[in-house]
């Protein structure tokens, strides 16, 4: 009897220590993310447009966002982002890992130094990029005219504007798939690689027979949290373009961004509302393909 | 033997591709920096410093101001975050309790979140707060923007500390709390010390919130006063902006290179285990 009721006392003691120490961060969640979350939620059902009387609107937001030319081209762009740029990372990515990894006596310099893009702020990035892609004294088309070509003139051309930003965009986050690859790389064990040799496999048939194929999970970890992270680019977009020329390059989030700043909140919602679905099923989705891709292998 | 030849020039000429596209940037904004034109590549450089001494000197650009900003709100904010981060990566790590797992997948979740879905209410919270163009009106939303990363991260250190440790604590009469201060956070020090650091370039390099909560310099954070810079004419003063880029960039960038082992690792930490 003793024993039980100081056994019961301790679980009622832990599950208080359990709420004090998970209450702060969930309190910041909760009143910082998830508030903000739902709160958009409602909006986006609302005609809430600053000056105006607010009024319940239903699903209007929703009709007028799916006849919306402006949301049809910003999808249709970030959709083409996402599919050009996040493959490109990811090979680059593997490809520094696979720099970084090796061993040698600059290993240490050289992981630094590959960080960092990944360290400065996107908005820094944005303006180095922007003077870079200058059509009269940036570096882009001073290379370009040393190999014969004439000036581009990249951030006032629809596909130019894309290049560039898939270009820097590449910079910019290539360490980032390179670090969560390299881990992968790190964990395969040595020895696999040594019998391999004895067995007189070629370094192309090493790398396509145990490297590729172990780093699998990995490399889906790695597209996952790239595609998601490329569905709301906004900062360096915000920069190098504003979205321009002709709205060719506005991305999801910056198109939603205009709204709010032009006090269209419901709208404005509504277009997050649609983002943030994306971004969730995207998670799902790309979290069962790497689920199912193990269980095959 | 050939095989290992031919493997070696690869690399070293992979690597030296690698290492130019890393850098060309880079050295491209440090040599605008430091030019007195512009248009330096295929002309003759003038090396100067007018323009550092303009962002730093220039009052109406504040340029001290919003590194000032930067660095006061994400210093409290990495500081806030890594303490309720590891307090809560405690409970997940020590006791069990129901709806764990699903509360560690519930906060990893909120971590993808895309910004804006939530930039538009926020800004009306903070500005029903009071809190638009304050410290507080960015260290807030900061805290909890970075905290499900920082918690993983933590998670993931504590997890490898043996539980023997607290319990011996325990025995000896501390309560959890004690525990923590006494026996984890020593032990742990190198794994709060990653955390703070990814918590702090996070918060640092933090863009569109601080674009929507600020209006001018009082607390307007250094991306933002970057994105922000014009010329006093209309036309784009180049050489100041990249000097101001290159003094922001030099802090995260000198953080990166003396602490890139703990960054490696914090990174990998927070994201392989998802």
């Not at chain 2, 880079?26 to 007018?50: H, P, Q």
């Not at chain 2, 895309?114 to 029903?128: E, K, M, N, T």
Request: hydrophobic share 55%; glycine share 8%.
């Amino acid at each position: 009897m003793k024993n039980m009721s100081k056994k019961q006392r301790n679980i009622s003691s832990d599950s208080l220590w359990i709420a004090g120490f998970l209450f702060p961060g969930i309190a910041f969640l909760v009143i910082f993310i998830l508030i903000p979350v739902f709160g958009t939620l409602f909006t986006s059902l609302v005609s809430d447009i600053t000056f105006m009387k607010r009024q319940w609107a239903g699903l209007d937001n929703y009709i007028r966002l799916f006849n919306d030319s402006a949301f049809r081209q910003s999808l249709g762009f970030t959709i083409l982002f996402i599919l050009v740029s996040v493959p490109l990372e990811t090979v680059a990515g593997m490809g520094l890992a696979l720099l970084m990894h090796v061993k040698s006596p600059f290993r240490g310099v050289i992981r630094a130094i590959i960080l960092i893009p990944w360290a400065i702020p996107a908005a820094v990035t944005g303006r180095i990029w922007e003077v870079i892609y200058n059509v009269n004294y940036g570096l882009a088309n001073y290379l370009v005219s040393m190999a014969g070509f004439g000036p581009v003139n990249w951030l006032g051309t629809a596909s130019g504007a894309f290049i560039a930003i898939v270009l820097a965009d590449l910079w910019k986050t290539m360490p980032f798939v390179a670090i969560i690859i390299l881990a992968g790389l790190s964990s395969i064990p040595e020895t696999l690689y040594q019998q391999a040799r004895i067995d007189g496999a070629s370094f192309v048939r090493r790398f396509f027979s145990i490297t590729l194929p172990l780093l699998r999970p990995v490399i889906v970890v790695a597209l996952l949290f790239r595609t998601i992270d490329a569905l709301r680019i906004f900062d360096l977009i915000y920069i190098l373009t504003s979205g321009g020329p002709g709205g060719s390059t506005t991305s999801l989030s910056l198109l939603g961004y205009k709204y709010f700043i032009g006090g269209d909140y419901g709208y404005g919602s509504t277009l997050s509302v649609v983002i943030f679905l994306c971004a969730f099923l995207l998670s799902l989705v790309v979290i069962r393909l790497g689920r199912f891709s193990r269980e095959v292998s | 033997m050939n095989e290992e030849r031919i493997q070696k020039i690869l690399y070293y000429a992979a690597l030296i591709i690698a290492l130019l596209f890393v850098l060309a940037p880079v050295l491209f904004m440090i040599s605008m920096s430091l030019s007195e034109r512009a248009d330096f590549l295929g002309n003759r450089y003038i090396f100067t410093l007018k323009h550092f001494r303009e962002i730093l000197t220039t009052e109406s650009l504040h340029f001290m101001r919003y590194c000032l900003n930067s660095i006061v709100i994400s210093f409290v904010s990495a500081i806030i975050c890594t303490a309720a981060a590891g307090s809560g990566a405690y409970a997940f790590t020590r006791f069990h309790f129901r709806g764990r797992i699903w509360l560690l997948i519930a906060i990893l979740t909120l971590s993808m979140f895309p910004q804006i879905s939530i930039v538009g209410y926020l800004f009306r919270l903070i500005a029903d707060a009071g809190l638009i163009n304050t410290y507080t009106g960015l260290i807030l939303p900061y805290t909890a923007w970075i905290f499900p990363l920082s918690l993983w991260i933590l998670i993931s250190y504590f997890s490898q500390i043996p539980r023997d440790l607290d319990k011996a604590a325990y025995i000896d009469g501390c309560s959890p709390l004690q525990a923590i201060i006494h026996v984890i956070l020593p032990v742990a020090a190198p794994g709060m010390f990653s955390t703070l650091l990814l918590a702090f370039i996070s918060a640092f390099n933090e863009f569109m919130f601080a674009l929507m909560m600020t209006t001018d310099y009082t607390a307007r954070t250094v991306p933002v006063g970057i994105s922000l810079f014009q010329g006093l004419h209309g036309e784009i003063p180049w050489g100041a902006i990249m000097a101001a880029s290159t003094v922001t960039t030099a802090p995260v960038v000198i953080l990166t290179l003396m602490f890139q082992r703990y960054i490696i690792q914090g990174l990998t930490r927070g994201a392989i285990k998802g």
